[in-house]
């Protein structure tokens, strides 16, 4: 029923065969059905490159990781759970420190979007079921949570025995987490952080943001040393330091090779998958790292053949649109003619990447929020403005996720300030990076489409 | 009363006289009021602390649209409306604006008067636990804060100085303190709204003047009759209250009920405590204003709050809860899911979770729903 759906997906027929039972049973669960599998067939050749090899590496290590997250409870002692906006390192260095059979580390909330969402379309049962459990309808709750909870609750994925989850960036992971502690008991540690930077700061350091970030981090690291029973090694830090530079800086080498490409070779909904896997702690380290480089000479080639999925000479734009449950808005911008040459958090600047002064492990991850767009929205502004600066774009689209209490102050900021600042028009749109019932590609579609006729007529003007 | 006629008298020409002290170079520092602000330190370098506290006008929150998408606290988007209205004195006069950063909402108030006001503003991170990694984060925001009001104002601050405006700030708060828990007896002296009225007149009063006035009050209210029939009593509690947003204490009351306790992120001063100013004054604020505050609902873990609210209801012997949470509050809108279920499993007492957008149009479904609350309560609901 499955085989062709798990082909396109990069599996090979053995490991369909072999994965039969478990695959059986995690479907069983999710309830997945042959509609619904025709139904991600037919999504995934609709708005994915699945021609690529390297895209379809990556399809498999999501569908897997979709199996191993339903069967966790099942098959380890352990299970702990975080989710965006925590950084991949100190996952993964953790992560790294346990028994592969004992403990079990995921993003369910990712996991999910990136298959039930992406590829099954099928996420609207979580959602309802977070939304009757603590995170209601109509409040602007961050639907990633609600995804998550949603799923737990129903079943379809394990309570975790561990939580942990970082309050930088916004503030409804630790208020959710809050929730599932006191209504469930699980137990959860907080990489807390304040957004606090006056306006002038950045992108200066400031120490004592910087150590109290590392005291969280630190904190976080006993938690999950006395829950789980082990010890955070020096290998796992090194291990997990080096595959993350190198995962990171061949990203980059990738997201270059594609925004300053004309015309523009792959969708960015395609892109999303390896960048999702940014902050996804999956111990198939080195299919990942083989996925992304399988991807990268794809994308080279396509790019020296000049074969590109819009026209050359397409205006370019910056999008904020990072949706990862589903890969139609891109792609519906894409299909209006518009060259989509970046994404906000595909890129790192060159203030995320420069180096800093800090020696130890929880220190080094505290950096992290002090230099990116968790920093402020002084932070988050100059950032888009420097991704269409860089990319040289003719347009940008923020697509704002409407119930991202981080983003919002940020969408009349960068409206005003790209506009006066480069002199090139700035589409706001509203909508939602984790729920498409509202805010779906054929309701944003007549705007953008408007925005596209503009840019066009703009470029020309511009020619002539 | 004559000291609350006095008072009202000093609140009606206290823009003019803040007018005055600022053209002969006092300073107006105006602040969020989430109860991180220690006062004490803007009256020690010679400046008038204000807090920011009005709410409950539509227009405001209209207002704010053209600055910042609408899924932000109704609260801290009136706050940016009220600017950049331009109506309201005391959001266009002060010198320095200082945001205690609770949470994205109450930076957006920082973010909105930095961009689109060009307002001078000074943040500082209220950290979401009470480690000893937090005290002295919150410590180390309270000496930048320092710091830079001395700069600003070119006062330094002396320990005799900050020792004078943490005596008065403590004697304003027994005041008070002393008022609301008249309202724990039978038959309460004070109303819930006249409380609020009071509470909120020390977040722009003369200090000295408003600390005399309490006196006064608390001297007369011994001389006033008890209040009307007894009805039930209610412990109000949420994520701001706001100056001028009385509509669930009016229509409570004229429901019959007693609005007997309040308990507020933002919007109230928070009494309960004192500085104990017996050791370094610094530690001492940060001890107060962070260590011993009752934490709002973006603390983790929630049980301390939670628990006092249980106290809090026990000791005012509490009939039900009205939880008034304004939009977009998500920290509040999730607390009340688990604290519903905690209170019925612990008091056995009703709660009314009630939302606002400051929208005229609401007002009439909430007089049904706190209505209907109060007879359900008159009918024994809940026990």
Redesign the interface.
């Known amino acids: 029923m499955y085989t062709e759906l798990f082909k396109l997906c990069g599996f090979e027929a053995d490991e369909i065969q072999k994965e039969r039972s478990r695959i059986d049973r995690a479907f069983g669960i999710l309830g997945i059905g042959e509609e619904d599998i025709k139904r991600g067939e037919t999504r995934l050749k609709r708005y994915l490159d699945v021609e690529l090899l390297g895209l379809r590496r990556f399809l498999a290590i999501w569908m897997r990781e979709l199996v191993n997250l339903v069967l966790a409870k099942e098959e380890h002692e352990k299970v702990v759970y975080s989710d965006f906006p925590m950084e991949l390192r100190p996952l993964m260095s953790m992560m790294l420190s346990t028994d592969e059979r004992k403990v079990y580390f995921a993003t369910p909330g990712t996991i999910i979007n990136m298959t039930m969402g992406q590829i099954f379309d099928k996420l609207a049962p979580f959602q309802e079921a977070g939304e009757e459990n603590g995170l209601p309808a109509g409040s602007a709750h961050c639907a990633l949570y609600q995804t998550r909870l949603g799923a737990m609750v129903t079943g379809a994925i394990p309570f975790p025995d561990l939580s942990l989850i970082a309050s930088y960036h916004c503030d409804q992971p630790s208020e959710a987490e809050q929730l599932l502690h006191e209504v469930y008991g699980v137990p959860v540690a907080y990489l807390d952080s304040c957004a606090d930077p006056n306006w002038g700061d950045w992108p200066e350091f400031n120490d004592y943001r910087v150590r109290y970030a590392g005291s969280q981090a630190r904190k976080m690291f006993g938690m999950c040393e006395e829950i789980l029973g082990c010890k955070l090694t020096e290998e796992a830090i090194r291990a997990t330091n080096r595959a993350n530079a190198i995962y990171r800086l061949k990203f980059q080498e990738l997201v270059e090779l594609i925004g300053h490409a004309d015309p523009q070779p792959i969708s960015q909904a395609s892109l999303a998958h390896a960048f999702f896997l940014n902050s996804m702690p999956t111990r198939d380290v080195e299919g990942k790292q083989e996925a992304l480089e399988i991807l990268f000479e794809e994308v080279k080639q396509r790019v020296e053949e000049g074969k590109g999925i819009v026209e050359k000479g397409a205006p370019g734009v910056f999008i904020t649109a990072t949706i990862s449950v589903d890969p139609g808005i891109v792609r519906m911008i894409e299909e209006t003619g518009l060259a989509v040459r970046i994404q906000i958090p595909f890129w790192l600047s060159h203030w995320v990447v420069r180096k800093h002064p800090y020696t130890e492990w929880p220190d080094m991850i505290g950096v992290g929020p002090c230099l990116d767009v968790p920093h402020s929205c002084e932070a988050h502004v100059a950032i888009n403005v420097e991704n269409c600066r860089h990319f040289n774009v003719d347009g940008a689209i923020d697509f704002y996720p409407y119930s991202c209490r981080e983003w919002v102050p940020t969408v009349m900021m960068t409206k005003k300030t790209i506009e006066r600042d480069l002199g090139i028009p700035v589409l706001v749109l509203e909508g939602d990076a984790y729920d498409t019932r509202n805010y779906n590609a054929g309701q944003l579609r007549t705007r953008v489409e408007t925005f596209a006729e503009l840019l066009r007529a703009a470029k020309a003007a511009k020619a002539s | 009363m004559e000291a609350m006629k006095r008072l009202s008298d000093h609140m009606s020409t206290r823009v003019t006289e803040l007018t005055r002290m600022r053209e002969n170079g006092t300073k107006l520092v105006a602040y969020a009021p989430g109860g991180y602000m220690p006062e004490e330190l803007v009256l020690a370098c010679g400046a008038v602390p204000v807090g920011l506290i009005r709410g409950g006008d539509p227009e405001p929150v209209a207002e704010s649209a ?4 609408r ?2 606290d109704t609260f801290c988007r009136s706050q940016i409306g009220y600017r950049m209205l331009g109506e309201e004195p005391l959001y266009q006069m002060f010198d320095l604006l200082v945001v205690p ?1 609770t ?3 109450i ?2 108030i920082a ?2 008067f ?3 006001a060009g307002a001078n ?9 009470k ?1 000893e ?2 005290f ?2 919150y410590l ?2 309270l000496q930048a804060l320092k710091a830079k009001l001395e700069e600003f104002t070119g006062n330094k601050i002396e320990d005799g100085r900050l020792r004078e405006a943490i005596d008065l700030c403590n004697r304003m708060r027994e005041l008070l303190k002393g008022i609301s828990l008249l309202r724990r007896s039978e038959r309460p002296l004070v109303t819930g709204l006249e409380f609020a009225k009071l509470n909120h007149a020390s977040f722009v009063a003369d200090r000295t003047v408003f600390t005399e006035a309490l006196e006064s009050i608390q001297r007369s209210l011994g001389e006033r009759p008890p209040s009307g029939a007894k009805g039930p009593r209610i412990l109000l509690t949420g994520s701001t209250l706001a100056m001028g947003d009385y509509k669930v204490l009016e229509i409570a009351e004229d429901a019959g009920a007693t609005i007997v306790v309040e308990e507020f992120a933002e919007g109230v001063r928070h009494y309960w405590e004192n500085v104990q100013a017996d050791g370094d004054l610094m530690e001492a604020l940060a001890d107060r204003y962070f260590r011993r505050r009752v934490p709002p ?2 603390f ?4 301390e709050r939670l628990d006092y609210l249980i106290e809090l209801a026990k000791d005012f012997n509490v009939d039900g809860i009205i939880w008034y949470q304004l ?2 509050r ?2 509040y ?3 009340a ?2 604290f519903e ?2 209170l019925k499993k612990e008091l056995n007492i009703p709660m009314l979770k009630i ?1 606002s957008d400051y929208d005229v149009s609401e007002r009439g479904p909430l007089r049904t729903r706190i209505e209907t609350f109060v007879e359900i309560i008159r009918a024994g609901g809940g026990s």
């Open positions: 053209a600055y910042v998408p899924f932000i950063v949470d994205q909402n930076k957006t973010d909105c930095n961009f689109f503003v000074f943040r500082y991170g209220v950290p979401h636990q480690d990694h937090a002295e984060y180390a925001g609902a973006w983790r873990p929630s049980r939009m977009y998500s920290s809108d999730i607390q899911f688990y279920k905690m939302e």
